[in-house]
């Protein structure tokens, strides 16, 4: 599911940030905390990983963004990793979650938080300026740095894997899949989709906050992203972003600003991440966050 490449020749430090524990990544293996080796502002990523999963899933990929010579930031999201609290929460309703859709938005919207809380104070921590900041997120934190993107003014650069910008449909999409599952394998129907989806919570809290309703926030400042999903995949299949993509790409291009945004469709990719994928988050990273000073922090 995830990419795994070793850098042995890198620092990796454990900060604790509002009761938040996240590892920091940085090429330079003689970096610590509260030293003066890095001298100059530099761009901070934060990596989310996926549902049921932790931050040690996303530290390859950390890695490699740190390589980028950016300080990367992983930390596991609310009720995963060691954060755990209820791991049946983590599932979906085929695993018996009848909660399951504020369940995941709600951690969501926690990690977003937890990001904002980062750029207040983890500068300040470890004693090295944040020239600008990008998110990298995969799955459920690919639905978290979208909407991070549309919520958080400072964040300057976003990559989204095999995300959703339009939790509505994701749950509509997944609740179909449900019921044919039902179906397929002679189980009772499940409860029906406004039981499962509160109408008051789509209309009370994910408009508030989701992409597909905050197109005008998301494209603010027309900062770069780059948007990757699995043109097979069943969980969170690419129609999830297309709607949005149609919403937003008139707004880029007519504001001359096209070229930062981009939405890949990879043939043959299930809901996972290859290196054709994670190679594509990188280039972009490196492209727009290198040298960029941000206007927001």
């Known amino acids: 599911f995830f990419l795994r490449i070793e850098y042995t020749n890198m620092s990796s430090h454990t900060v604790l940030v509002g009761g938040v524990s996240c590892t920091l990544f940085h090429k330079n293996p003689n970096w610590k905390i509260g030293d003066t080796t890095i001298k100059e502002a ?3 990523v934060y990596c989310l990983h996926g549902r049921l999963g932790k931050q040690e899933d996303i530290a390859s990929i950390a890695k490699e963004t740190a390589n980028l010579g950016f300080i990367a930031v992983t930390f596991d999201n609310p009720n995963h990793g060691l954060r755990k609290i209820d791991g049946a929460q983590n599932n979906s309703w085929v695993k018996g979650n009848q909660t399951h859709s504020v369940d995941m938005y709600a951690q969501i919207l926690q990690t977003i938080s937890e990001v904002s809380l ?40 976003c990559v989204s894997f095999i995300s959703s910008g339009d939790y509505k449909l994701n749950m509509e999409v997944r609740y179909e899949n449900l019921v044919e599952r039902a ?27 989701d992409p597909i309703h905050n197109t005008k926030s998301l494209c603010k400042g027309f900062r770069p992203l780059l948007i990757v999903n699995g043109g097979e995949d069943k969980l969170v299949p690419i129609e999830c972003n297309i709607k949005l993509m149609k919403e937003i790409e008139p707004l880029y291009e007519s504001a001359g600003a096209i070229m930062n945004l981009k939405h890949v469709i990879l043939e043959g990719v299930k809901h996972e991440t290859p290196k054709q994928m994670v190679d594509l988050g990188l280039q972009w990273l490196k492209e727009h966050l290198g040298n960029k000073r941000s206007s927001g922090l």
């Open 42 to 44: 530099i761009p901070f």
């Open 183 to 209: 179906k397929r394998k002679g189980l009772p129907l499940p409860d029906p989709f406004e039981s499962l989806v509160p109408k008051q919570f789509l209309e009370k809290t994910v408009r508030r906050y």
């Open 118 to 157: 980062m750029i207040d104070f983890l500068p300040h921590k470890i004693g090295v300026m944040c020239s600008s900041v990008g998110v990298l997120g995969i799955s459920q934190g690919g639905h978290a740095t979208l909407i991070a993107l549309a919520n958080e003014p400072r964040i300057d650069v």
